[in-house]
């Protein structure tokens, strides 16, 4: 089973997840319910790098050697050029990333003449906030939104599913064909998605067991997305981290296969369910081709198929305000999980390594 | 799934159920499987298959099958109505000479290398810089990072109206403050392709910000110690003890980024639809033309010969890769 013996560079990154920064050498001695994974953690090398892993997840906000020394940061030339470099750098990636986000902000309350003829200027005319009111109401984005929360609500869901019954079989309870489906959906993460395309399709036109089409009905995006190895492996590679000895622990206690995985597993896993649900809601947020060839109906289609549809019909301000509306969710998701985000972004690399 | 195992949970007399067994069963008798079947249960293998169910049923569906039949699919005349019928290799010959492929070959490969050249040294350099940063590392890494979260059809449609090619145009106006343009931008034959990766770098690049960072951070102080002891200064701490660290992420994200742009499909799709004349027609948008497009459509032969194709391509590309490679990366 891959992953079972995990390198010690993998469980590293694994504890670089934890995203409530938990110190589980000092953590509440409560139990092992509610406590990282890292708390258990087996004496001898395992533990020196869980230690250093520590430091290294408090180093995104503090400060550390780096190849700028204590010393190098006395000298006064090379303290400045450093200094400036970061200013420059701030600037920058104020410009290039919160610049754009502040025209749309801007435009989502000018008057359309205004956007058209001056661009940058800044309310020459005044303010027109019927632009929002007019795209919730009248283009309907407050359907689509709603569609869009409704798809990522659902899509969470199944892949929470997939993702935690599929990782508790193959981490937890480790059948002998456990390796050979570990391996299948290992496999799939080396597919390009776009040999999917046309048989999914196929599939959505015909499917297996239902027999009806389930074109336009949203069960069409729900259950596709379960299918993600990425989940799977995210979620195998922390039960493979838990110690074993609170399962059997359980065991002995006359626990069930059901109650272990909801009493034990899961609430011992929620830096990870985190992490996946951060993944899993913004994936289908994102997600634009699939919905637009299996939601034909636009009554029914997410904000993301919806928006390029009414760009060419719909007044500019109107339609800015509308695209600032669709971003504002993501934004603000971010900006109050930016932990989690952040370290599911570091995490993406190393899984895909 | 053991077969001999040692039970007295023998009761039942009646060879029932003996299809049940599974895995390997011996060459004995109903008593015996039957007394696999409970012993099997008994240790838990019913709820293992019961827990995979959810996995098993949605990647058998929507993934396992789906990738086999299209292997399937590429050797096959598929239309909505009747059975398809095998047509050996015409649909990739079909593929193989259609006039438009070379142009969209050509565009994907262009496409792909300026995305390289956007967007790999940039997110280097950003990361190497804000490793240094001492206070509100936070702060530089949320800036990086916001664009990611914008969804990606906003994203290009946003950047779509700054593109106008008109002198009030957004990206005119600004570079008008320096005397330069108007340029036409995206319906310009020459300019459409580098403003479509302008767009796609700005959307991805702090992504890959994220990853070098935490690659940076995990440098174990003791090598830059060491480092500067023999008197190595600052730059060639970057260059001699960073950069090797590195190697291992650089040559990761230097594959995967150029599997993830020859799949490029939105961008082309929402900008310009393929044109002007051409000029961004691409891989993925002949595959999704194929299948799904206004005028041609429905040949879903041509459609999952040209994406077994594509894959096959990167696979065997990532697979000369690794081998290429595996000398340089240490670990």
Same mark, same amino acid.
């Given at each position: ?14 504890? $670089? ?21 890292? *708390? ?28 700028? &020394? ?98 508790? $079989? ?79 622990? *359980?065991?002995?206690?006359?626990? &069930? ?19 996946? &649900? ?40 109107? #339609? ?12 603000? #998701? #971010?900006? *109050? ?5 952040? &370290? ?10 | ?20 067994? +599974? ?35 949605? /990647? ?40 438009? =492929? ?48 914008? +969804? ?29 343009? %108007? ?36 440098? +174990? ?46 961008? %082309?799709? =929402? ?20 299948? /799904? ?23 065997? =590309?990532?697979?000369?890769? /690794? ?9």
């Amino acid at each position: 089973m891959t992953g079972r013996h995990i390198p010690e560079g993998k469980r590293t990154t694994m504890t $670089v997840t934890n995203p409530t920064g938990q110190r589980p050498d000092t953590g509440p001695a409560a139990g092992a319910r509610g406590r990282a994974p890292g *708390a258990a953690a087996p004496s001898g090398p395992a533990r020196g790098a869980r230690t250093a892993s520590k430091r290294k997840a408090s180093q995104l906000d503090g400060s550390t050697r780096g190849y700028v &020394s204590a010393q190098d940061w006395r000298n006064p030339r090379v303290r400045m050029t450093i200094k400036t470099l970061h200013g420059i750098l701030l600037v920058l990636l104020l410009v290039v990333g919160v610049g754009p986000m502040l025209l749309l902000a801007k435009y989502a309350i000018t008057p359309t003449q205004d956007i058209i003829r001056t661009p940058l200027a800044i309310f020459p005319n005044g303010v027109r906030w019927a632009n929002i009111s007019e795209a919730w109401n009248d283009v309907k984005i407050s359907r689509y939104f709603l569609n869009t929360i409704w798809l990522a609500a659902g899509s969470w869901f199944v892949q929470m599913l997939v993702a935690t019954t599929g990782g508790y $079989v193959l981490s937890v309870l480790r059948p002998a064909w456990g390796r050979i489906v570990n391996g299948l959906v290992i496999a799939t993460l080396f597919v390009p998605s776009v040999v999917l395309l046309v048989p999914l399709y196929l599939t959505i036109l015909n499917p297996p067991l239902i027999g009806t089409s389930l074109i336009n009905n949203f069960f069409a995006v729900w259950l596709p997305s379960g299918a993600s190895a990425f989940n799977v492996v995210l979620m195998t590679r922390f039960f493979d981290g838990l110690p074993r000895e609170v399962f059997e622990a *359980a065991k002995v206690d006359g626990a &069930s296969t059901f109650r272990l995985f909801w009493s034990v597993v899961l609430p011992m896993s929620k830096p990870i369910l985190g992490v996946v &649900s951060v993944f899993a809601t913004i994936a289908s947020w994102k997600d634009f081709l699939w919905p637009m060839l299996v939601l034909k109906d636009p009554t029914k289609q997410p904000l993301s198929v919806r928006l390029p549809a009414i760009a060419s019909q719909t007044d500019l301000g109107v #339609f800015l305000a509308a695209l600032a509306i669709s971003t504002l969710i993501p934004v603000v #998701f #971010f900006i *109050a999980f930016q932990r989690l985000f952040l &370290s599911g972004a570091g995490l993406g690399g190393a899984v895909k390594g | 799934m053991s077969s001999s195992g040692a039970l007295r949970h023998t009761g039942g007399d009646a060879a029932t159920g003996g299809n049940h067994t +599974p895995g390997t069963d011996g060459p004995r008798g109903g008593r015996g499987r039957r007394r696999d079947v409970v012993t099997w249960v008994q240790r838990g293998g019913l709820s293992s298959v019961v827990f995979a169910l959810p996995l098993l049923l949605i /990647f058998g569906i929507f993934s396992w099958w789906p990738i086999v039949r299209s292997v399937i699919m590429s050797f096959q005349k598929t239309n909505l109505v009747g059975d398809p019928t095998w047509v050996g290799w015409r649909n990739f010959e079909y593929v193989l000479t259609d006039p438009d =492929l070379p142009n969209a070959i050509g565009n994907t490969l262009y496409f792909a290398l300026l995305a390289l050249l956007f967007g790999y040294p940039i997110p280097l350099v950003t990361a190497v810089l804000m490793s240094s940063v001492r206070r509100r590392k936070g702060l530089y890494s949320v800036l990086a990072y916001l664009p990611v979260v914008v +969804p990606p059809v906003v994203a290009v449609l946003l950047w779509k109206f700054f593109y106008d090619g008109a002198a009030d145009g957004v990206f005119n106006t600004i570079l008008g403050y320096v005397g330069l343009g %108007p340029y036409a931008w995206l319906s310009s034959p020459s300019l459409a392709m580098p403003s479509l990766v302008l767009e796609a770098t700005w959307a991805a690049a702090g992504g890959t910000v994220i990853i070098y960072l935490a690659a940076l951070l995990s440098v +174990p102080d003791e090598l830059y110690d060491a480092a500067e002891v023999d008197g190595a200064g600052i730059w060639r701490r970057v260059w001699h003890v960073s950069m090797p660290q590195l190697r291992g992420v650089l040559l990761i994200t230097f594959i995967l980024q150029i599997i993830g742009t020859v799949q490029v499909f939105l961008e %082309p799709y =929402l900008f310009t639809g393929g044109g002007p004349a051409g000029a961004t027609q691409t891989i993925l948008l002949m595959i999704y033309d194929y299948a /799904f497009g206004r005028s041609l459509g429905g040949n879903y032969g041509a459609a999952t010969a040209l994406s077994v194709m594509l894959a096959a391509f990167l696979a065997i =590309l990532s697979l000369v890769y /690794f081998k290429l490679t595996s000398g340089w990366s240490k670990s």
